[in-house]
Structure formats: C-alpha cells, structure tokens
DNA sequence: ATACTAAGTTTAGGTACTGAACAAACTTCC
DNA sequence: GGAAGTTTGTTCAGTACCTAAACTTAGTAT
C-alpha cells in the first residue's frame, strides 16, 4: 500500500484485495472506533479477512488498537481506530502563490500536525527550484528520523495557473512564466511518493467541501465552492470529484453572463459577472457613487480615493461603511443572477463562498440569499445549504493533504 | 452475469471476475474483431485468463466466434465478436410519452432490431396497467419461444416526471398524476431482468449522445444535451453519468436568467431563458412582430393568428418566412447567453440542440455559433462541437436501451 | 467451579489468476 | 513432402485470497 510496494506489486490484477482493504479503511473510518466483528458486519466480509486484513493496515501504521471495551458476557471487543497523529501516517499539502509555498502536514485523520510557509525567492521561480523547496519542507515537517519518508503517503501540490490533475502536468501558469512542466513526475521522482498536483483554486474547494462536513467521506451530490475575488471562478465537485472539463477549464464562473448588455469584460463579452462584481469593479463602483454621498458618513476619506485598494474596501464595509455596504449588496444582486443559474442547472447540496469577498460575511450573505429567494427554482433552492468558506488561507493544503488521505480508501479502477 | 445468477450469487465479494469480464467485454466491443492474444495483450491479463473467461461470454450468448484470420506463419488467430442481432442477447429501452408507449430492441451492439408503439389507453393510466402494457411489448419485441426472457439483459424505461435514477421511483409525474411509484421494483418483479428507470429527456440525451460517438464507449469529459421546446431542458453527462442532483432536478437550463429585468417566468423569476425563448414566447413574439410586417412577406396569413401553435410556427420558419426566422435568430441570441455560460463552466466537448426548435436546423445553428463566439471564452468554446439531435423519438428508447447494455460492460462497486 | 457467550484466530476448501509447458494449426524452405 | 519454425490457444501446477466452520481466548452468570 506505500509507493515502493505499488511499483513492484504482482501484476496490477490482484484488485480484490485492494478493493477490500479500501472498504476496511473506509468503513473504519466512519465508524470508529469499531472491532473486528463489526467491520465484518458492515462490510460483508468475514471475520478472518477482516483479521488479515487489519493485521496489515497495523503493520503498515495505518490503524491502531485502542485497548478493550466492557464484555456483556463474551470475549470483550477490541477496539480499532485509524493511527492519528505522527505516529501513524500522514500527508502533505502544498499550496503555491505568487509569494509564498505554504505546506500543511495532516494525518490520517486530516487534522493539521503541522505547517510550514517559506518566502519564496524573488525572480523566477524555476521549476527545479521549487522541487528543491518542497523536498526541503517535506523534511520540516515530517520527523528527522524518518528520512525514507515510510510515514508519508503522498503529496498535493496547489498551482496557480492551468493544470491537467490526470497526467499532473502544469499547462500554462502565467505567474511563473511556466508551460507544459510536468511538475508531478518531477516530484516523485525526488519524494518517491505518490503526488497530486491541481490547481490551487480547485484544491481550496476541495478543503472547504471535504472540511464543512465533519467526516471525510464524500457525498456523491454536486458541491459548489465559489471564489470571489478580483476574478470569480469557482469549483463543483460531483461524487467527490472535481469537474475538470475538457480543457481543464471547467469551473468559469466569471464569465457568465449577468447583464447581456453591461460592461464589456476582458474577455470580450459584455456583461459578465467579472465585470461587475469582480473587486476592482466594485472598487470603480464605490469611487463612482462616492461622488454623490455625503462624505462624512464614508469609511473612507476622499484622499484616499486615488489609491483606494481592494484590501481597503473590504475593510471599509467590514467597518460598516453604508456605501460600500451598498456597493457589495448591488454586487451580491449580479452574483445570485448566475448562482441561480447554476444551482438551477446542477442542483447542489451545498454552495461555500469563498474567496476574499466572502470575508464581509452577512454583508454579502444576507442579499444573495435574498435575491436567491426571488430567483432559484424553490425545489433545488430548498434543498442547498449556503454558507461561508471557514479555512482560510489553509484551504488548498488541507484539500490537497486530504485527497492524498481520501486515496487511501478508493479503488481506481484503471479501465 | 444474468439477473437469476446475479441474486444468488457467491457473495458479493468476488469482484475479480466481475471487473475482468467487465474488462474483457469492453475491450472486445471497442477493438472489434479481435482475437484472444489480442486481447490478452490489451487487458493485461493472461492468455489463459483471457480463453476461460471468453468460454463464458460464449455460454451466455454474449460473444461468437467468427472463424480465423489468415496467418502470416503460426496458428491462424480466431476473431472474436460481441454477439450481434436475436441471436445474441439484448435489451429493450421504452420511453412513455403522454399518449404513447414506445419500445425500442436493441443487440449488444446498439443496433435497433425492432421497435413496436402502443396508442395509450383514454384516461388515468395506472401504473400496474403500465407494467402490464409493459409486459405484453416485451412479448412482442422478443422472439417467442425465449419465453423465460433470458436473452434478454434488461429494461430501460424514461418518463415524463421526476424520477429517482437510483430507486427507480417515480417521485412526481404530473402527466398521468402519479407520485412516489415504485415502477422499476415492480417491474422487475413482473419482468425478471434488472430494469432502469429515468427522466425521459434525460433518456433522450443518453441517447443522443451516445450515438453521436460511433462507439459506444463513454468520453470522461461532460456532454450536453438541449431540449429546446415549449419548454426548455437539459441533460449534463460526466464520465458518462447523468447528472442528477441533491433533488434529481439538475438540468434546469430553461430557468438561466438571461435578461435580468426581463418578463415574468412561471417560476418567479424575471427573465428566465425560457420565457423568451421557450416556443410560447416565440409565437407570441412573432405575432407581435407580425403587426409591423408587410403581410405579403409572411408565410402565415393573418387568418391563421388567433390559431397560430408552435408546429405551425416551426413549418413557417422551415419555410423560410423571414420573418419567423427573425424571431428564432433573436431566441438563439438568448439561447446562447445561457450556453455561453454553460460551456465556460462545465468545459464539454460535445453540446447536442434537442427538442422540436433543434428541427429547424440552420435558422437556429447558425446564429447560436455566433453568439457563442462573442460570449463565450475562447479555450472552452474551441473544443466544443456543436451539432443537431439527429435520432428524432428513438432518441430516449435508444438511450435506455445502450444504458442497459453498457451495464455489461462496467462494474459498479457497491460501496 | 461450571456453564454460557461472544470476539478473534486457525484451518481446510474453493475460486480465480498467472507463468510455463504443451497442443494445434499454420507457413516456409529445402 | 517433410522438417523446422512460428504463433495461437489450452492445460496444468502453483499462488493469492476469500469463506465457513472449528477452535481458542477471555470474559459474564449462577
């Protein structure tokens, strides 16, 4: 079940045994702590698999007993649980932004041990460079003596730019001038473990979806996560999986358009979300009505006007500035126009903002879901929880560190 | 592999064989004619593995051999084939429509072998009459000695409504008044083969997209299907899955709000796609037009007004009323705000236009490829092929039908 | 102490895969 | 035409992994 082991494994045809160590996992990690006896109930396996099959995920640090509980007549149960903690194996998350590679340790049971955030250098970043980095923090973070890296199960890499999440490719990430790195194979050729690499907003989703649910397991219905911010992208996953698209685009949020007619974007539409709800759009929005109002009862003083950053103006409608209020309720209107669409059109049980604009919180909140009221269909409506991204600036490493977690207990059928 | 087998079966557990038939089976289908090194060579498996689990796909009428190669120096290799025709096994999709029952029979290779319509009975139709209509199509489509229906794989039934893909429940079907019907349990106990039950559109875009493909093998990237009619629909299909939702409504691509502060919808909302493009909007728009238009230049007299419906107006467009013409070029505008939204968010390779409107062809085609090419984003928009549904009503039948087939070549872990 | 109960382990038997040897059915070449 | 060579498909021995049933372990109940 570790890397070595896969790479000389008999002849990639023994699935059974995968399968039924996956479903061991899986279930004890629902259900513990839980014996023997029980996980042969719940999976329909037979105690002496179970047996066997425990025995190797305790040699392979995987899983625990945690001491007997009180008999009512009988042999008392031995309790099981997945390893937590540095005694048991962990995984890593990595997330790459234009200064920082911030990496997060989680173990078995996706709870943070450690973390780890290095400046990057400045200049460009060379790919090598940032495989020397990585190795470097994955010694951090894991203990010294463990230098074979046995404790790790694998790794998740973050990027900001376009990425194929199936060969692990970097396409093109425009903040390091890179196109067609194929990072991954780099990566475990010098961790020799198995790594993921996604980009960063994707994987952010992730560990917003995987963490708002308090068990790691999966839904198989559609999640939203939708990032705000000078862009608007956003990420579904279905079945526990990420839409990725055909080139590897899926997920444009942005570009939907809200207002046939409205402002032309960047990309040559007119009227997209993007346009007029991304934050330099409300910032242009906030200088534009700023002319009108009384300046007395602004957040922001007229001098500061010229320089007015996003950062700043999300400060001001945290500190209840009423026009910038304003600014963010009008914008919450354009975002619930396409979000009904969406939740109309994939039916969600759950939609996460996220992002930087999410951070206003009940400023944003409050009117899209009211204007979600006028605008969604009321069944899918009824049936979506909407709530505020929780994990900051962790989410990407703890998705990332998580699905290296999740792999552990799924079988990949390789067609 | 047949459903008696399939209830008394080992226990479950003895997935191997499964996942290799499975294998086999596919492999067989797609490199078609093929011998049993060849086959041994593109599974992975061994020779010998491959020659036993052959003789069983032989057994259950599922492959044939059909004699040997010429040989360039060794034994002459014997080519392989899924059993095509009565002679092998097959599977039957239905659809139900207000007032018709349609059944399709289709081999193991998609291919239609007979199709029979039944004129629905006056009045409620009752489930159980369902079921035995049903049951008397079945006898008509298959030969009759095979009594026992043991060529047949399955049954595949879409219906206008709500339906829970997984249960088979019919949840809602307004049409014939029924509500949470347990139609493929009952079925089932009636027919004796695994029966699937779901939305009818839905069905129609399996089909639709499935044999769009010259091959029954399912593409990993989303698919979408457009039912542009009175109302409008949609079907998304990942890794050839439907999407079906948290409340099994996803699709709901009529209720995209297109114009913002547009006309009321029946829903609520102000300006959804479909109350400006749905075909009530397009008969009325065309008789608003029709005011200001020269009446010599129209292809429906004036008489015709009060009367006029959506088939007459989709003959007038056929015909080449310019003015008719005018109405669906403004409908494709709004169409392709909508589509334009759907493509950068779910990145398809493939959008097939459904549905009665899709049957004028150009008139509609031609104008949607160009406002995508304003609206769109550039990367997702180039790999999406754009084309019309082109199976008419066999569309749903022949879904349901290579539903049911496909399911023999895939492996659904249970959890 | 003895009987009962339930959890976990051991064992014998079955299924399914693999590699290697073998049989079958060709072509080639002298 | 027969010997040699080649390739396909089958048979067979060995191995991995599962299950049911018997057994051991470790408790409670009386």
């Known amino acids: 079940m ?47 698999t179970v047996s066997s099959i425990v025995d190797e995920l305790v040699l392979e640090s995987l899983v625990e007993e945690i001491g007997a509980t009180t008999s009512r007549g009988g042999r008392r149960r031995i309790l099981l649980r997945v390893r937590p903690g540095r005694e048991g194996r962990c995984a890593i998350g990595f997330e790459l932004s234009r200064n920082n590679l911030i990496g997060i340790l989680v173990d078995l049971e996706g709870r943070v041990i450690a973390t780890h955030r290095d400046l990057l250098p400045a200049g460009y970043l060379n790919p090598a460079s940032l495989v020397e980095l990585i190795q470097q923090q994955v010694q951090h973070l894991i203990t010294p003596q463990d230098s074979t890296n046995r404790g790790l199960v694998g790794v998740g890499l973050g990027i900001p730019g376009l990425v194929d999440p199936n060969t692990g490719r970097v396409l093109v990430a425009v903040q390091f001038g890179w196109s067609d790195i194929p990072i991954k194979e780099m990566l475990e050729i010098q961790l020799k473990v198995p790594v993921k690499v996604m980009n960063n907003v994707k994987a952010a989703a992730l560990g917003e979806v995987i963490y708002s649910n308090h068990s790691m397991e999966h839904s198989p219905n559609p999640r939203l996560y939708l990032s705000l911010g000078e862009g608007i992208g956003s990420a579904l996953i279905i079945e526990g999986k990420l839409l990725s698209g055909v080139s590897h685009t899926a997920g444009e949020f942005g570009h939907i358009t809200v207002a046939p007619n409205g402002p032309l ?29 009384e300046p007395s009862r602004l957040t922001i003083t007229p001098g500061e006007f010229p320089y007015l950053t996003s ?88 998705g990332l560190g998580a699905t290296i977690i999740s792999q552990l207990s799924e079988v990949v059928l390789s067609r």
Chains 1, 2 share one sequence.
């Open 265 to 293: 974007c960047t990309c040559g539409n007119m009227g997209c979300l993007e346009a007029v709800a991304g934050l330099p759009a409300l910032v242009s929005r906030y200088l534009e009505l700023s002319r009108l109002e």
């Open 311 to 398: 950062a700043r103006f999300l400060e001001a409608v945290s500190a209840g500035d009423s026009l910038a209020d304003r600014v963010v309720a009008e914008a919450a209107d354009q975002i619930a126009i396409a979000l009904a669409g969406v939740i109309n059109f994939t039916n969600p049980e759950l939609v996460i903002l996220g992002g930087p604009l999410s951070q206003v919180g009940a400023a944003l909140l409050n009117p899209i879901t009211q204007a979600l009221r006028r605008r969604a269909l009321p069944l899918p409506l009824s049936q979506v929880r909407l709530i505020t991204a929780s994990l900051g600036s962790n989410a990407a490493g703890l």
């Open 2 to 48: 570790n890397y070595e082991q896969d790479t000389n494994q008999k002849n990639s045809s023994t699935i059974q045994r995968q399968v039924n160590q996956a479903k061991i996992l899986r279930t004890l990690r629902t259900l513990q702590p839980i014996a023997r006896v029980d996980l042969a109930r719940e999976t329909g396996l037979s105690k002496a």
